[in-house]
């Protein structure tokens, strides 16, 4: 338990820490002066906060939380202290260390009282010292039974350690140790992460699998509370190896392990009300990797993702998203640092990595894409879909088209080949599942495609966390 | 990395009986950076039964050619849309075009030669494996720096670690790992003896045309005269004369050409038998004799090869070498 006094009888009060950490809470008296029923405006009624108790504090440090809960002794009326309240709960359930958060308001009593001051009491729970837990994943096409393992505040300031081991459903294993530690009252709110990892990943249409081992060190930081960046190092050897016998020879060629090492700046600016089903706003992300300083491969891969939305009716949205990559490739650059396009949850009605260039039937990838959607959503089409499980689904109207090429030569005339679109449109539905993933059916119909690419026109069901 | 399917091996049979093509290539690794013993010998191997067989073919060299392999094991060779590894699948391969070196053999001929082919397997090349990942002094001097040679640090470092830890449990499982170098050397010995009495005076191991087993004791013979590190010395006195003669007479086979190493050596072990069987050898020359039946070389030579700041003489001794070799 610890409690924060403010001293100073002004307003530009400093928090420090009064009493003793084992001071019992002062009993909480409920003698509230009967508030007439009339609206009262309540940034007309003047407050100061005199003292602030957060209970149930065991392991976290003071100072932190100290920090955290400063702004609640800005406040000047009784408004601005419910709001600055609500700001400080939320930053120490952002803190990632409490169960639970209670907040109390209540007129202060005793030595030191100013007449019109409050004590606010925040009530946590923290977290127990190690949580466990299996869940199951879905990415890229792959089921995983994930074991979790965290360790919340190991070090008391909001620290914590994640492993996690993953077994997907077709036998490979992956793991992944990871240890965050955010800086909440640095500017910019930067927060540091090192994993070190290893995944196994199987591409059956460019036949070849991947074994990654790596580690990768991010900060990331805000600059205003929509744009997100990441600045990460990622070293990984890979282990490229066929998938058969079959597997064609240009696939072949580039098995074997490398050594990468990879300096990326990814910025995401996110104006959107919602991740999954957005009703207006618009979302813009820019990747950008340098490969080379170090390992086997050299080459810069840039990466945008943008998405428009727009509500046309009331249920109705209208969706707009694109999507633009560009390799350039210095040396070593191999099938697995290709684009791929195509698939259930990109340029729908074709093949998973279907477009573009294709040896034996197999996918290998290009150096530019371009790719474009449009979305036109609304509920299911019955009574009561707007609320409860129905609420997950929607019904969509979508058109497709793209482009992945592997120009020969650099240049303008690279840009040539990117004039042959495939267009693809159908309708389907689509579910969310929790916050970062959705899953499609839908039935596609390619409208325009080349001969090397690889359609899969009628049904189509896919799962992704990124979508077109 | 192995991966062995029904329907591979079917559709292989199957589609494999078309002549054998012009751009046929085969994949091995870098020869004067990279390669090691063992995967040496089984690509001079491969590259002198199929120049007996006047199989046409071009080699080509990369840093990821075991990657590459469906066997994980050099060299492959690709036909076609096949891809095929090792010596005896070629040989298998082959075959089924219609090209053997066996076809005038009787079954147990082909039995016996299949016997001393996994002789040289189950000997030469756990010893030439002991030699290069186990034996301490030839793994830091020689394995490491070429097996890592091709790439980027650390992983070079990784690489030769797995690998080196993969070869010790194959040696292991084969009760080869407890042994010590010179049990090694002596089942190599023993090994090379019972190949040349076998060969004794004739030119090939059967009949008057080579075989598979003489293409597989050519590469072994040439890998150890080209190998380097400090037991290549006590490896290439186990070569014995007629394993000599039966190289040379390969070499005019398969028109391979000798490196300038193997040229001098094979020189000086021609000039010492010679001098051996002459009636006039002083004392001092028969002391420095090994065995009767061994080649030997006199430890000044060898020295030479294996010391990399001795350059200059090695040169010169090559060039001498050279005359002395025209005239044999």
């Known amino acids: ?468 | 990395m192995p991966e062995f399917h029904l329907t591979d091996s079917i559709i292989t049979q199957l589609n494999a009986q078309e002549p054998w093509p012009d751009n046929v290539k085969l994949f091995q690794p870098y020869e004067v950076e990279q390669i090691l013993l063992p995967d040496n010998a089984s690509c001079l191997a491969v590259q002198a039964f199929l120049k007996m067989c006047n199989l046409p073919f071009e080699v080509e060299m990369r840093w990821n050619a075991e990657f590459m392999s469906p066997s994980g094991r050099v060299p492959f060779i690709k036909c076609g849309a096949f891809v095929v590894s090792e010596l005896e699948p070629i040989v298998q391969f082959a075959a089924n075009k219609g090209v053997s070196l066996c076809g005038k053999l009787s079954t147990e001929e082909k039995a016996e030669m299949r016997a001393y082919m996994s002789l040289i397997t189950n000997v030469l090349v756990n010893a030439e494996l002991y030699i290069s990942w186990v034996d301490s002094e030839t793994f830091n001097a020689v394995t490491k720096v070429r097996n890592s040679s091709v790439y980027p640090w650390p992983l070079g470092w990784l690489q030769t670690r797995a690998k080196r830890n993969a070869v010790i449990k194959r040696l292991k499982a084969l009760h080869w790992y407890e042994k010590t170098i010179d049990q090694v050397l002596a089942d190599v010995e023993q090994c090379c003896n019972s190949l040349s009495q076998r060969l004794g005076d004739k030119d090939y191991f059967f009949g008057n045309s080579p075989t598979p087993l003489d293409a597989l004791m050519f590469g072994h013979m040439r890998a150890i005269l080209m190998s380097s590190g400090a037991r290549a010395g006590p490896l290439i006195k186990r070569i014995t004369s007629s394993l000599l003669r039966h190289l040379l007479r390969c070499i005019n086979v398969t028109h391979m050409t000798l490196t300038t190493q193997e040229e001098y050596l094979v020189t000086q072990a021609f000039q010492i038998t010679r001098r051996r069987l002459s009636p006039e050898r002083t004392a001092s020359e028969r002391s420095t004799r090994m065995k009767r039946s061994r080649m030997s070389i006199r430890n000044a030579s060898k020295d030479t090869i294996h010391s990399n700041s001795n350059k200059t003489f090695l040169v010169r001794h090559i060039c001498l070498c050279k005359v002395h070799f025209r005239l044999v």
């Open chain 1, 1 to 468: 338990m610890g409690t924060v006094h403010a001293k100073s009888a002004h307003g530009d009060s400093v928090g420090e820490v009064g009493g003793g950490l084992f001071e019992f809470e002062e009993p909480l008296e409920m003698d509230d002066e009967p508030i007439s029923k009339p609206t009262i405006k309540l940034n007309g009624v003047r407050a100061r906060v005199d003292r602030v108790h957060v209970d149930g504090l065991n392991r976290t440090k003071d100072d932190i939380i100290r920090s955290t809960v400063d702004d609640l002794f800005h406040a000047t009326d009784f408004e601005d202290v419910i709001l600055r309240a609500h700001k400080v709960r939320r930053a120490l359930d952002a803190m990632g260390c409490f169960r639970d958060i209670g907040v109390f308001i209540d007129v202060s009593s005793g030595p030191g009282a100013t007449p019109e001051g409050l004590e606010v009491t925040f009530q946590v729970r923290e977290l127990s010292r190690v949580v466990g837990g299996i869940n199951t994943t879905v990415s890229e096409n792959e089921g995983n039974l994930v074991l979790g393992v965290k360790m919340p505040n190991v070090l008391g300031r909001g620290e914590r350690i994640a492993a996690e081991y993953s077994m997907g459903y077709r036998s490979s294993s992956n793991f992944s140790v990871a240890a965050t530690k955010p800086f909440p009252q640095k500017p910019l709110v930067p927060v540091l992460t090192g994993t070190v990892y290893q995944q196994n990943h199987e591409y059956p249409w460019s036949g070849y699998r991947l074994l990654d081992r790596g580690a990768l060190l991010d900060i990331a930081f805000k600059t205003s509370p929509a744009t997100h960046h990441n600045v990460q190092w990622e070293g990984l050897v890979r282990d490229t190896s066929v998938l058969s016998k079959t597997t064609s020879f240009k696939v072949r060629e580039s098995s074997g392990p490398q050594m990468k090492s990879i300096l990326r700046h990814v910025v995401s600016v996110d104006h959107r009300d919602e991740a999954m089903f957005p009703t207006r706003g618009t979302w813009v992300q820019f990747t950008s990797e340098v490969a080379g300083l170090g390992g086997g491969v050299a080459h810069v891969r840039t990466e945008l993702l943008a998405q428009a939305n727009r509500r046309l009716a009331r249920d109705l949205v209208l969706q707009a998203a694109a999507a633009l990559g560009v390799l350039h490739d210095v040396f070593g650059t191999e099938l697995a640092d290709h684009f791929f396009l195509g698939g259930p949850t990109s340029l729908r009605g074709f093949r998973q990595r279907g477009v573009g260039p294709h040896c034996e039937g197999q996918a290998t990838g290009g150096r530019l894409y371009w790719a474009a959607g449009l979305h036109l959503y609304a509920p299911l089409p019955f009574q009561g879909s707007r609320t409860g499980l129905a609420s997950l689904f929607r019904s969509h109207l979508f058109a497709n088209a793209g482009c992945l090429a592997m120009p020969e030569n650099s240049g303008l005339e690279s840009l040539e080949s990117l004039k042959l679109v495939r267009v693809s449109v159908g309708a389907g539905v689509v579910v969310r599942l929790g916050r970062g993933a959705r899953l499609e059916l839908n039935y596609a119909v390619p409208l325009r495609a080349q001969p090397h690419d690889v359609h899969a026109p009628g049904i189509q069901f896919g799962v992704g966390a990124n979508f077109l």
